[in-house]
């Protein structure tokens, strides 16, 4: 049973389908956020923790959502942003310098069992992981998640101008490290 976003906000403002609304929202946007949430974060279990974490922040503001953006989008920026500031911490907490940071996400990468540095898909990873976070996060969204440049603008709160650019370095960059 497929359920618009719209019903699921009313059905949470009405305090007997509250918790039924909420169970529904994170079964259909779950999958999506945890994938968008790993790509970032490269391990399963930060992954989960952040979705956790994502999943609190929601139920607690979603009475206040305005709906000035679709639900989908509201949600991506609250993930986007638990990312971002995971990943600021654990930085800091290391005291690494963003390459030693970069360094231990791709060794995250090498130290999964299926790792085989031959095979394109994980020379891809390998150089996803070697990218600036900002660029990282964007070409994520629009290569995986095919997400439209006027989308991610609205959850990255950027112009699509800037997103055009970030994406093209990245994509340059990724090209780089797998033809050498």
């Keep these: 049973m497929h359920v618009e976003d719209r019903e699921l906000l009313d059905l949470f403002r009405d305090a007997p389908t509250k918790e039924l609304a909420y ?26 923790d952040l979705l956790q974490n994502v999943f609190i ?15 989908y989008t509201w949600l991506y920026r609250i993930a986007t942003n638990e990312c ?27 130290a999964d069992k299926n790792f085989d540095a031959n095979k394109l898909e994980w020379k891809l990873q390998l150089a996803i992981q070697k990218l600036p976070e900002r660029q990282r996060l964007v ?18 709160s950027t112009s699509e ?3 055009k650019a970030s994406y093209h370095h990245a994509a340059k960059k990724i090209e780089q490290y797998i033809l050498n």
């Design 23 to 48: 169970t529904a929202i994170v079964k259909k946007y779950q999958e999506r956020l945890y994938w968008h949430i790993r790509k970032m974060v490269v391990s399963h279990e930060d992954a989960n």
């Design 84 to 110: 971002l500031t995971f990943l600021e911490q654990k930085k800091k907490k290391a005291t690494l310098s963003l390459g030693d940071e970069d360094n231990g996400l791709s060794n995250m990468i090498k």
């Design 161 to 163: 101008g800037a997103l």
């Design 139 to 156: 070409f994520n969204l629009r290569y995986f998640d095919e997400m439209p440049y006027e989308k991610m603008s609205k959850i990255l």
């Design 57 to 71: 922040k929601v139920w607690k503001g979603l009475i206040n959502f305005r709906e000035d953006s679709q639900l």
